[in-house]
């Protein structure tokens, strides 16, 4: 899901960089630092889309460098347990297969796929529903429900589902 915040970071800035264009450095360095990582607590941070305030610098001791805090809204994609998404399939595999929906990877297991999916090995290796109607493969989109949310430090990694009403392949781009 995405949601707009308001984050606070310290942003440290080098004396060369003072001057007019005080405030067009610090938000540069600041969507460069930040856009496209990952907060645990917060999701992916997709795009900063404002400041709202910059504070009163401060010299940090035995360095030229002065740490300036920052209040700045970005959007931001954290995904819940529950949560339905579309999602391109990377990498398919006699476990199951890996899937893309943006920044986030899910895993789906072949014991979370409608009840009649097999494995097919071969230069393409796909999962092939028992009538032949359904064919997921690399580049495929399936619509996948999220089962399990793991939140390390620096990573967001999702188990997901595709056995359920109206989940499971989308479009056949192969």
Do not use: W
Request: proline letters at 3%; aromatic letters at 10%; hydrophobic letters at 40%.
């Amino acid at each position: 899901m995405f949601f707009h915040m308001v984050l606070e970071r310290n942003m440290q800035l080098h004396p060369r960089f003072f001057g007019r264009s005080l405030r067009e450095n610090l938000v540069s360095k600041l969507m460069k630092d930040v856009e496209g990582t990952i907060s645990g607590r917060h999701g992916f941070v997709l795009a900063v889309t404002g400041i709202e305030s910059i504070g009163k610098g401060l010299i940090r001791d035995g360095t030229p460098f002065v740490t300036f805090p920052v209040k700045y809204r970005c959007v931001v994609f954290r995904p819940f347990e529950g949560e339905v998404l579309e999602a391109v399939v990377t990498t398919v595999m006699q476990h199951g297969f890996f899937a893309e929906a943006g920044p986030l990877q899910l895993f789906v297991s072949n014991h979370e796929m409608q009840d009649g999916m097999e494995y097919q090995a071969g230069d393409i290796p796909n999962y092939t529903s028992s009538d032949a109607s359904v064919r997921i493969q690399k580049d495929c989109e399936v619509l996948l429900k999220i089962t399990t949310v793991s939140v390390v430090a620096t990573e967001i990694f999702c188990l997901g589902s595709i056995k359920g009403k109206y989940l499971g392949l989308l479009n056949d781009r192969a």
